[in-house]
């Protein structure tokens, strides 16, 4: 099945501990991206990548940092969160032409306290 | 600057009724405007596009979109909803990179048996 999964879905921390929330597809797509969402402001973008080594900021990078070594995995890390980071994280990719035809994963909740 | 906005917060309307979502967008250039949906406790699922071409875009589950270059408009649209159609309901416009894609703020639709 064609899919993207992230791991942890929930996750409850404390504030300057490093996480990182896995984000990984089986659809052989270039591009991938992080997405936070936080009520009334929508989904913001923090990092894409359109592909192996090389990526890009997004409107809200601080804070956060990408790699992207394989074409399948693209992990978030919070070097030190903090509760302004407390969120619903939504990773996708995408390929062809646009890149915005994408498919997101179910989501994970972060809570940083 | 780009930008897209989504004027209503949430849309109300009974079943079998027209469905109208609104929004409008900024953007320098030729815009790639896109509509998605996410239902509860899910990831975002991509409804359609416009890149170019007929103004009249259509999609996913018997939604359209009307591209509107004069008023910068990408209204959603569907004839006849379904309570099924209850979701939040996002807009998005890909931005001078490639990469970078905007959403709006999100449209709660709540559809009445």
């Known amino acids: 099945e064609a899919q993207v999964t992230q791991n942890p879905r929930y996750l409850i921390t404390v504030t300057g501990k490093k996480l990182t929330v896995t984000c990984s597809q089986n659809m052989n797509h270039e591009y991938m991206s992080w997405y936070r969402q936080d009520p009334g402001l929508g989904l913001r973008q923090i990092y894409y990548?359109?592909?192996?080594?090389?990526?890009d900021k997004g409107d809200v990078p601080e804070g956060y940092k990408v790699s992207r070594k394989e074409k399948r995995n693209f992990p978030l890390i919070l070097e030190s969160p903090s509760p302004n980071q407390t969120s619903l994280y939504f990773c996708?990719?995408?390929?062809?032409?646009?890149?915005?035809?994408?498919?997101f994963g179910p989501g994970t909740r972060l809570t940083v306290l | 600057a780009q930008s897209v906005a989504q004027p209503e917060d949430q849309v109300n309307v009974a079943e079998g009724n027209p469905l109208t979502v609104k929004c409008t967008y900024s953007?320098?250039?030729?815009?790639?405007l896109f509509w998605y949906v996410q239902y509860p406790n899910r990831g975002l699922q991509f409804l359609l596009k416009?890149?170019?071409?007929?103004?009249l875009v259509k999609g996913s589950y018997g939604f359209e979109a009307e591209f509107n270059k004069s008023q910068t408009s990408f209204h959603l649209k569907k004839p006849s909803a379904l309570v099924s159609d209850s979701a939040l309901y996002f807009c998005a416009v890909r931005t001078d990179s490639w990469g970078k894609l905007q959403f709006g703020a999100g449209t709660q639709v709540v559809v009445t048996p």
């Open positions: 990548s359109m592909n192996v080594e090389v990526t």
């Open positions: 416009y890149i170019t071409g007929d103004n």
């Open positions: 996708a990719s995408g390929t062809g032409i646009s890149y915005n035809e994408q498919f």
């Open positions: 953007v320098s250039g030729n815009p790639y």
